[in-house]
């Protein structure tokens, strides 16, 4: 009864509170756009710090005393609108306005910066309203450059660098040191051997922003050190049809021939049917793991890669928008849908060397061997795309979105060179032919409701699905004495199966994950008389995840057994590549015989259990913003799998408390200053946890798995100052410090090839500053054209040091963290005139980093830094968009260097190149119609 009467008395109160205020409500049009709703206008009750922004709708709704009211409505570059309202407790009241600009010069900024959330104005603003140290890119940015996918784009925010043209690095740590958020849902590992995300997977079409949080609060995953990647898809909610066509020229490589062993009919949907996989109930037997005659003769014989020619690479896209009125007030559907397709290829020639030991009194060291490498890549990628958002009314939005996508890639290297430690004087023809598929699928349903003027709650489901398939990766060396050069060349035959010679290699990884998360928010309006005070805003939520990983690898070598003559064993070797491996020649009386090579760690089952559940609130002081909170993550991680000495089993549960501060302090109107600190966690992958070893051919060395590994615990301190001086500019300036406990490092093993495993290194620190800008020129000078540039220039400087500890087996104890570049510098000038002609030049460049990490018998091999330009021209007449790129415009080379004389740095003209390449300078022209 006592509990009755408290809810009572509660409600009571809280009502008394509610009628003490009444609504305002509206929605504001820009009457330059025929009165299309104005996104992202400021609203507020004069004298007071009331305020609201409207949606992307144009609506807005404020709580007001009672009373009568001076309400100011307005937005960068258009005149201020104030109206006298007189505010009745407990009612709702109307006001609905049309602002216009204050000038037809600023029309035109006012058109390409405010209509959806996807501008860089919007995402300026939302910069400076995050509670966390952000960065981020637009889609309106992004259709500015070049980029064709999310790789390409993310490479233009401040601290961040892309490795293999799809992994991204943030202040310079290494890829797995990041967590991606595709939709407030965490993103899938796409890689088998890494804890990283491609981007080059989603297409920059499909987006409309990304933002990396590079500080922790509580209502964010733990699991990261270098930032948290959230991209966003598309949401527009305009109505259009488009198609657009696309060619690409890429020089070394267009019209160039170009070799590719035959593949599946379906090779040009990027997957392999039925062509390149193991037949059903392939194997081998289980005691002398020999395969049949019968089975052998099943796998196809395409050892011989073909010559043609490479085409232009080619793009092709349709997009639709669409939004079905449901009735009712405010209740609509809105949908986007796209299909992309692209067909690409890249031809490349590398330099690669590799040298012994650099003994005393040595001043070159001699070469183990020197290898010329003729690349040819052919890639398919198809994205399927589809937004759903149901509005309903005022207060609730379901998005429901889907993201598919299909890569396959093709690729044949031949290798041609001397192996002078293992073959002599030998000349070497050596042939890795690849075909690789992987099979995407991302949903979120998604859910934001507002329950009343002070309550609000958002949540998410997520699925993700994702398939890695390796059928038939098929190498095998050839030789030919170089006293015999006119000779064919000569399969090498090995005495047991490898993972080099004469071998097939089948991979196939499956893997799917679900997971659930919901945010309540509480606002408590503060009242001091007639004055209202800053809202105290406090929010609760949970994140539960389950992913579960299959990876099952199996290879098999040919080899001549001891019993078939040698007179016939010769003629085997010396056999054309269209006939060596054929069902007349493969048999296990006189032939060659397959033999499975399959070790026991070759298979491994992982799952992975997530919860999370966090507290968090907001209040100011003055002119301090604070958000403070702590999340707390329980993760489970598990794995099994075999060796030759028995089961390997992993169960790490790991609890983690992680506190957060994020402190924002006003300077003035335009400018702020934020410190923020977070502990955070980084946990194993599943790959590097697994006694898996891969044999990289690339690289000729090893990569293995260790079921040890612990998790990595990080703290974050940042600071930064931010000036805003126009909606769309920014400049800022920033310092952060990093450290380790126990970080997760690729360290060198002993071994006779270059081998590489995961261990925790001791500790580590990573400490370095940043600059961004964005600036108009606009009113520097009385030109017109400068008038019309901007620019946008981002830099980090960056210093690290890794302490190995017991791990520095026969390596240096202390050095820079693996990956780490000391410098990024990133600058985008761009020009625009009022008949939508436009010209974009992006520049990058990062400083020298360690590719991978030496020990006593190979030294360090550094990643050098280079230079690379784009450059987009883009005019839009009518409906028709013209826009040409160029990519890699400097085509600068690819260089990796050892440190040959261990000094920690790069003297290119005493230490060794190890690999040298050019890709190409890329022309692509792209035609975009809108119905």
């Known amino acids: 009864m006592k509990l009755k009467f408290l809810l009572i008395a509660f409600f009571t109160m809280a009502m008394s509170f509610a009628q003490s205020n009444g609504t305002l409500t509206g929605t504001i049009t ?32 404020l709580s007001v005393p009672a009373g009568t009211h001076t309400i100011v409505f307005g937005f960068l570059g258009y005149q201020t609108v104030e109206v006298s309202v007189t505010i009745v407790a407990g009612e709702t009241q109307t006001s609905d306005q049309i602002l216009t600009s ?38 309106e940015q992004m259709a500015k450059s070049t980029d064709n996918n999310a790789a390409e784009a993310v490479q233009r925010v401040p601290g961040v660098t892309i490795v293999d043209g799809k992994f991204v690095m943030i202040r310079g740590l290494s890829e797995r040191y990041n967590n991606v958020l595709l939709n407030n849902s965490i993103a899938p590992s796409t890689e088998i051997d890494k804890r990283t995300f491609a981007f080059d997977l989603v297409s920059t079409s499909s987006l409309d922003k990304m933002v990396i949080y590079k500080t922790g609060s509580a209502d964010k995953p733990g699991d990261f050190a270098g930032g948290i990647i959230a991209i966003t898809t598309a949401e527009n909610t305009s109505e259009f049809t488009r198609v657009n066509v696309g060619a690409g020229y890429r020089t070394g490589t267009t019209f160039d021939d170009y070799l590719q062993s035959e593949g599946s009919n379906t090779d040009f949907l990027g997957f392999d049917k039925s062509y390149r996989p193991l037949p059903n109930g392939f194997g081998s037997n289980a005691t002398t793991r020999i395969v049949s005659d019968a089975q052998a003769h099943e796998l ?96 609730t939005k379901i998005k429901f979105k889907n993201l598919f996508n299909q890569k396959g890639r093709n690729e044949t290297t031949v290798r041609d060179g001397n192996n002078f430690l293992d073959r002599g004087n030998d000349i070497l023809k050596n ?8 099979t995407l ?79 309540f928010t509480h606002t408590i309006k503060r009242v001091k008389g007639d004055e209202e005070l800053s809202d105290i805003i406090l929010k609760a939520g949970y994140y539960a995840s389950y992913r579960k990983r299959d990876f099952a690898a199996q290879y098999y070598t040919y080899i001549i057994p001891g019993y078939v003559p040698f007179d016939r064993a010769e003629q085997l070797r010396r056999l054309p590549l269209t006939e060596v491996f054929n069902s007349t020649n493969v048999n296990n009386q006189d032939g060659w015989s397959l033999r499975e090579g399959t070790n026991p760690t070759d298979s491994y089952k992982a799952d992975n259990t997530y919860l999370a559940g966090y507290v968090q609130g907001q209040f100011s002081v003055n002119r301090f913003d604070i958000t403070t909170g702590v999340r707390l993550e329980q993760n489970n991680q598990t794995l099994d799998s075999q060796t030759y000495a028995g089961p390997v089993n992993v169960n790490n549960n790991v609890t983690s408390v992680l506190p957060s501060l994020n402190v924002g302090y006003s300077v003035n109107e335009n400018s702020l200053v934020r410190f923020a600190y977070s502990r955070t966690v980084n946990r194993p992958e599943f790959r590097e946890l697994a ?65 590489f495993v995961f261990n925790n290194a001791k500790s580590a620190n990573n400490y370095g500053v940043e600059l961004e800008a964005k600036k108009s020129f606009k009113g520097w000078t009385n030109s017109t054209i400068i008038d019309r540039m901007s620019v946008n220039l981002n830099a980090s ?110 003297n290119t003209s005493k230490d060794n190149a190890t690999s040298v390449l050019k890709r190409g300078t890329l022309f692509n022209l792209n035609i975009a119609y809108n119905f």
């Open 30 to 61: 820009d009457k330059d756009m025929n009165n299309e709703p104005l996104p992202f206008a400021s609203v507020s009750v004069k004298g007071s710090s009331i305020s609201t922004n409207t949606d992307e709708s144009g609506k807005y709704t």
């Open 102 to 139: 204050t000038s037809v010069q600023m029309e035109d900024v006012v058109i390409e910066t405010v209509r959806t959330r996807n501008t860089e104005s919007a995402l300026v603003l939302e910069m400076r309203e995050a509670k966390q140290i952000t960065s981020g890119i637009s889609a």
């Open 300 to 395: 196809p014989n395409n050892f011989n890669p073909t010559k043609r020619t490479a085409f232009l690479d080619s793009r092709l896209g349709f997009s639709l928008g669409r939004k079905i009125n449901l009735g009712g007030t405010n209740n609509s559907l809105f949908t986007i849908n796209s299909l992309s397709y692209s067909n690409t290829y890249q031809d490349y020639n590398r330099q690669f060397t590799r040298y012994s030991t650099l003994n005393p009194g040595e001043t070159v060291a001699p070469k183990w061997f020197d290898y010329q490498d003729k690349t040819y890549q052919n890639e398919i990628n198809t994205t399927l795309f589809s937004n759903w958002i149901l509005r309903l009314g005022d207060n």
């Open 431 to 438: 042939y890795y032919l690849l075909y690789q598929s992987s």
């Open 441 to 519: 699928y991302t949903g979120q349903l998604e859910g934001e409701h507002k329950l009343n003027s002070n309550n609000t709650l958002d949540w998410v489901v997520g699925y993700n699905d994702l398939t890695d398939n390796v059928p038939d990766f098929r190498r095998f060396r050839t030789y030919k004495q170089t006293t015999d050069v006119n000779s064919p060349y000569i399969m090498i035959d090995p005495p047991a199966s490898n993972p080099f010679d004469t071998g097939r290699y089948y991979g196939q990884l499956n893997e799917y994950s679900i997971n659930n998360g919901a945010n």
């Open 691 to 755: 006694p898996f070893l891969f044999y990289d051919y690339v690289n000729e060395a090893n990569l293995v798995g260790n079921p040890d590994l612990k998790t990595a615990k990080i703290d974050n301190i940042d600071l930064k100052y931010e000036f805003y001086p126009s909606k769309s500019e920014t400049v800022s300036i920033g310092a952060f410090y990093k450290r380790f406990t126990d970080p997760i490092e690729l360290t060198t093993q002993i071994a006779g090839n270059p081998q």
């Open 797 to 906: 400087y960056i210093i690290s040091e890794v302490d190995l500890g017991a791990a520095a087996v026969a390596q240096v104890q202390k050095r820079a963290l693996q990956g780490q570049s000391p410098y990024i510098v990133n600058v985008a000038l761009g020009y625009k005139d009022e008949k939508d002609f436009s010209v974009n030049l992006i520049y990058n460049r990062f400083g020298d980093r360690i590719f991978s990490a030496g020990d006593v018998n190979f030294p360090s091999i550094y990643e050098l830094s280079r230079n690379n330009l784009d450059m987009t021209i883009a005019k839009k007449v009518n409906n028709t968009t013209f826009k040409l790129g160029i990519q890699n415009l400097l085509n600068d080379k690819y260089r990796f260097y050892e440190d040959s004389n261990r000094d920690e740095k790069i």
